[in-house]
């Protein structure tokens, strides 16, 4: 007798936000992107005017993100997605409920890279840079390969894959990739397990040299306002580092073990994650320093180091990998190609439409701003499961005991 594979219940995703994270993203003027390869999930974090909102989007194993102008690069497990937004469209996204969203960030393009495990993702121009971490160096997207390698540390001998030193994040600086980081200076398979709670390293890609050792685990190298930043992971600190003497100041400690770094302004967005798996986790600083390690992204005033807003992953969701902010969007829609509205938005340089089934077409030209800029096609029907009705899904809910449907 033949079974029939049973279909996996919706995962509970559920969140709160401190009051302080509520009053900091309500003047941002932007979203806060977030991804968990652990759950699968890319969330949208916005404000409606009145409450902070969540969107949860399923993709494989989503890792690092890139954004810039209109476009959105996301590394998955066997995939880079190129996503950009098409902001006449928006508005219209549901029929019924004209306004809600403001971006709309649609499929382009996906390379079929397989399972590089890449981590970072960077904007170079009109390049995609990877951190080709199976592989040990960095890379550009390939219309003929899986990948054009372009760097690796010099320690590294060969282009195997055999994450020879876990080579994770990078730092871009004037557009180019100048820093980044390993869990290790070695160069054989899996070997910087061994010493992974003080192997860690930051390398100027320039030069190829070591600019700073030492440490457990680091994430999330970024260069801002002039100066460079990085995630001491293991030890649950936030550093500044001067890469030309190698000393680091602690801006502050956290509760989590810490992947996902951007910038707002005067503030730093910070993700912590829980330590699931003992294995390549087990063994760090952060574990003696806390009792107990959280899933969250934290808001930290650069000025003092102080935590200015939290929103708590507190069911659902353990580990986080990337933290983008997205400015001037508040309330952002992405889609996967699940969803058929991927299918039905159609743009070019001049004009965006919907291409719905309906009795009528409406013209919704403004000749004030672009004349025929965004003509529809739609049907009166309910909006999409899980994008709508608050008891459907989570967009549009409080961040608190969110269900995620989607």
């Known amino acids: 007798m033949n079974q029939v594979p049973m279909s996996k219940p919706p995962v509970r995703i559920e969140c709160s936000a401190s009051e302080a994270f509520r009053d900091w993203l309500a003047r941002a003027d932007g979203a806060v992107v977030v991804t968990t390869y652990q759950a699968g999930k890319v969330a949208v974090v916005g404000w409606d005017g009145a409450r902070v909102t969540l969107l949860m989007r399923e993709f494989d194993k989503p890792l690092g993100m890139a954004i810039g102008d209109h476009r959105m690069v996301l590394a998955t497990r066997n995939d880079v997605w190129l996503l950009a937004n098409a902001p006449l469209l928006a508005p219209d996204y549901l029929e019924d409920q004209p306004g809600r969203y403001d971006a709309l960030y649609l499929p382009r393009a996906t390379y079929h890279t397989g399972d590089l495990n890449v981590h970072d993702v960077a904007l170079s121009g009109e390049d995609v840079i990877l ?27 060969d282009l195997v894959p055999e994450d020879r030193c876990h080579l994770n994040g990078l730092a871009m600086r004037d557009g180019r990739p100048k820093y980044v980081t390993a869990l290790g200076t070695t160069d054989e398979a899996g070997a ?17 040299d070591v600019v700073a050792g030492g440490l457990a685990m680091p994430h999330s190298p970024r260069w801002h306002d002039g100066r460079l930043w990085v995630l001491n992971s293991g030890a649950g600190e936030l550093l500044a580092l001067d890469p030309a003497t190698g000393r680091s100041e602690v801006v502050c400690a956290l509760s989590g073990y810490l992947r996902g770094l951007c910038f707002v302004g005067p503030y730093a967005m ?14 760090l600083p952060i574990q003696e320093r806390f009792a107990a390690l959280r899933c969250a992204v934290a808001v930290i005033d650069l000025r003092d180091g102080r935590e200015a807003g939290t929103l708590e992953f507190t069911a659902g969701c353990e580990e986080l990998y990337d933290v983008q902010f997205l400015p001037g969007a508040r309330r952002p829609m992405i889609l996967n190609l699940e969803k058929s509205a991927a299918r039905e938005a159609m743009t070019n340089p001049d004009s965006s439409f919907w291409l719905r089934p309906s009795s009528e077409i409406r013209d919704e030209a403004d ?7 965004n003509r529809a096609r739609s049907w009166p029907a309910g909006p999409p499961v899980g994008e709508s009705l608050e008891e459907q899904g989570p967009d549009g809910q409080n961040v608190s005991g969110l269900r995620n449907l989607t």
């Open 270 to 283: 910070v993700g912590l994650c829980k330590i699931r798996e003992k294995h390549i986790f087990g063994g």
């Open 367 to 373: 000749s004030s701003d672009r004349a025929g800029r």
């Open 131 to 157: 951190v080709n971490t199976r592989f040990s160096c960095l890379a550009k997207l390939s219309a003929d390969h899986s990948f054009t390698p372009f760097w690796r540390p010099r320690f590294v001998t």
């Open 192 to 208: 910087w397990r061994e010493k992974k709670a003080t192997g860690g390293v930051v390398i100027d890609v320039e030069t190829g």
